[in-house]
């Protein structure tokens, strides 16, 4: 079992930037991907960012590329999201997930998750 806690969100201005972060307890860290997907009211569940085990690879959803930077410190055993120039249609809840299988943009391929935290952008 890997136990996923992510803290950071909040309510911000249009423009602004929030970091969030997902602190990992459990099994070893490194042996997973690890990714963060976003839900807002009323829509389904959507890929934001995913880094691999190492922190060498990642990719982005194109709504959010070259504005959100995801990074990973293995020996503190936490994923970060860095977001810059946010914008209302970013608001929604984010999750982290880790994934020991490949890396993918799937849901359905992730097998631990955490509660989420909230972030709101207002215009």
């Known amino acids: 079992q890997v136990q996923l806690v992510e803290s950071g969100g909040g309510l911000v201005q249009a423009g602004g930037s929030l970091r969030l972060s997902c602190a990992a307890s459990g099994r070893t860290f490194s042996n997973y991907h690890m990714a963060w997907f976003r839900q807002a009211p009323g829509k389904e569940r959507e890929f934001v960012a995913v880094i691999n085990w190492s922190g060498g690879r990642t990719y982005y959803a194109d709504s959010v590329k070259g504005r959100f930077t995801i990074s990973r410190d293995n020996a503190k055993n936490t994923v970060y999201l860095q977001m810059n120039s946010l914008k209302p249609e970013d608001t929604a809840v984010y999750y982290c997930?880790?994934?020991?299988?490949?890396?993918?943009?799937?849901?359905?391929?992730?097998?631990?998750w955490g509660q989420g935290t909230q972030v709101t952008i207002s215009s």
């Open positions: 997930a880790a994934s020991s299988k490949s890396l993918t943009l799937v849901v359905a391929t992730y097998d631990y």
